[in-house]
């Protein structure tokens, strides 16, 4: 007897949209310097994957992976498919029914769902964005919008621009403008305009002094567990984490399951199989599965990769639906 895990046919498969990021920023509120650009890629950049960090809406999660100290883009997995997000030297910003993700050419990645008058807010109009900052959301043209950004105690800073491409067929593509922001106190903010007049903005929870930076203190693996099941295995100061994908019957890989960690370390036991962390606030995690076989088979145990010599313990930072990491990159002058 075995237990397969079954694999399912979508009813709608969305596209990942393309994103150009568009950011100005201002060392005087006259002066502007040039536009910074981001893309989501079609294909694999290549590069050492450094973690992976769960989606917001709990329907995938995404593989960081590092190509070199401003170059980080992330495989994203989801019940549809997977898609690429692409920060080569430029934070990029896409949105999926109202899922966004954000990453900087840093590695930092950081997923929210936008909720209209409470995240998000649609302009013209003058705003209240996360953690007290300001938005002045204004259109300059059409399909043209900007938002002057200020501080909670001080004048404008920066500059948000986008505007829309067509395509060539009379079709509008989506364009969004993102930034990251870190405060003098070293909390950071993630806001993104789009095309359309529409400001969203995110307060990750990690902030200068926490985690160390994921590339230096995250190890990953992936591994085989059965029935064509992968676990993708990620280790941390802040503890172990796993994902399990499958091939579905269109040839495309998908998660299933439940992802677990320290906080959620094993399924149901209605699961189908059997999965769960053991020794998660230890220095030695291990993922024990049985994915065949059924009950009274023998469960196989994986190691976690070792979280590297001198990450241990140095890190007590968490993130609640975004797996944020590492230090901030940029500072708001």
């Not at 593989?63 to 070199?68: H, L, M």
């Not at 008058?117 to 013209?124: C, E, I, L, Y």
């Not at 145990?301 to 590297?308: E, L, Y």
Request: overall charge positive; proline content about 7%; glycine content about 14%.
């Amino acid at each position: 007897m075995s237990l397969a895990i079954k694999r399912r046919t979508p009813r709608v498969v969305l596209a990942a949209t393309a994103v150009v990021a568009s950011v100005l920023l201002a060392p005087a509120p006259a002066a502007f310097a040039a536009a910074h650009q981001g893309v989501v890629a079609g294909q694999n950049p290549g590069g050492t994957m450094v973690r992976t960090e769960q989606l917001a809406s709990g329907g995938g999660f995404v593989e960081i992976y590092r190509v070199s100290a401003s170059h980080y883009w992330g495989r994203i997995v989801t019940y549809y498919g997977t898609s690429v997000i692409d920060a080569n030297g430029e934070t990029v910003a896409l949105q999926d029914n109202g899922e966004y993700m954000f990453l900087t050419p840093q590695g930092h990645f950081g997923s929210w769902i936008a909720v209209s008058g409470k995240n998000q807010f649609r302009g013209p109009g003058t705003f209240t964005i996360a953690r007290g900052y300001t938005a002045i959301v204004e259109q300059t043209g059409k399909n043209q919008w900007r938002a002057k950004l200020k501080r909670p105690a001080g004048g404008a800073f920066l500059t948000l621009q986008t505007h829309a491409v067509d395509d060539g067929h009379g079709t509008l593509s989506h364009v969004y403008a993102g930034e990251e922001i870190v405060d003098p106190g070293g909390k950071a903010i993630y806001v993104v305009l789009s095309a359309d007049g529409i400001i969203t903005s995110f307060g990750p929870q990690a902030a200068t002094g926490g985690e160390p930076p994921a590339d230096k203190c995250t190890a990953t693996r992936v591994q085989s567990i059965g029935a064509g099941t992968l676990a993708h295995m990620s280790n941390r100061p802040t503890g172990p984490r796993v994902s399990f994908t499958s091939i579905y019957d269109d040839g495309k890989e998908r998660p299933v399951l439940m992802p677990l960690d320290k906080n959620h370390p094993s399924l149901p036991a209605d699961a189908g199989i059997v999965a769960r962390i053991t020794g998660a606030n230890t220095a030695a995690p291990k993922l024990v599965t049985r994915v065949e076989g059924g009950k009274g088979a023998p469960e196989a145990v994986t190691a976690f990769p070792a979280v590297p010599k001198g990450c241990r313990g140095t890190g007590t930072s968490t993130s609640g639906i975004s797996g944020t990491s590492g230090l901030p990159g940029r500072t708001a002058h």
